[in-house]
C-alpha cells in the first residue's frame, strides 16, 4: 500500500511558477514509477508528466513539454513537479500517481493523491 500526499498548489498569475510535491509513504518507494495529471472543472483528467523508478527517464504531454520538469528523490520518498510559465489553461487540481515498476502515460496507475488545485489567473 502506498499513500500520496500532494502540496504545493495555490494561486499565481500567469508566466509565474509553482513547486508542487507528492510525498509518498512505505518503504519501497524507489520501485514505482511515478506519474502527474490534472483535471479542470468539466473536463477528463489527463495526463502531465511521468518519470521511471530510476529517474534515468522523464515523459511530458506537448502541452507543458519545456515549461514543466518531473523529477523525483527517493530518499525522501517524494517526486516534484516544477512548473514554469503558467498559463490559465494549465489552471486545474493535479494528482500525482504511482505505478510498481514500468511507466505508463495512461491512467493505469496503483494508486492516486488526493490532488492539489492550481489556479493561474490572467
Known amino acids: 500500500q502506498v499513500q500520496l500526499v500532494e502540496s504545493g498548489g495555490g494561486l499565481v498569475q500567469a508566466g509565474g511558477s509553482l513547486r508542487l510535491s507528492c510525498a509518498a509513504s512505505g518503504r519501497t518507494f524507489s520501485t514505482y514509477a511515478m506519474g502527474w495529471f490534472r483535471q479542470a472543472p468539466g473536463l477528463e483528467r489527463e495526463f502531465v508528466a511521468a518519470?521511471?523508478?530510476?529517474?534515468?527517464?522523464?515523459y511530458y504531454a506537448d502541452s507543458v513539454k519545456g515549461r514543466f520538469t518531473i523529477s523525483r528523490d527517493n530518499a525522501k520518498s517524494t517526486v516534484y513537479l516544477q512548473m514554469n510559465s503558467l498559463k490559465p489553461e494549465d489552471t486545474a487540481v493535479y494528482y500525482c500517481?504511482?505505478?510498481?515498476?514500468?511507466?505508463?502515460?495512461?491512467?493505469?496507475?496503483?494508486?492516486w493523491g488526493q490532488g492539489t488545485q492550481v489556479t493561474v489567473s490572467s
Open positions: 500517481a504511482a505505478r510498481k515498476f514500468t511507466i505508463a502515460t495512461t491512467h493505469d496507475y496503483d494508486y
Open positions: 518519470i521511471t523508478w530510476s529517474a534515468v527517464s522523464t
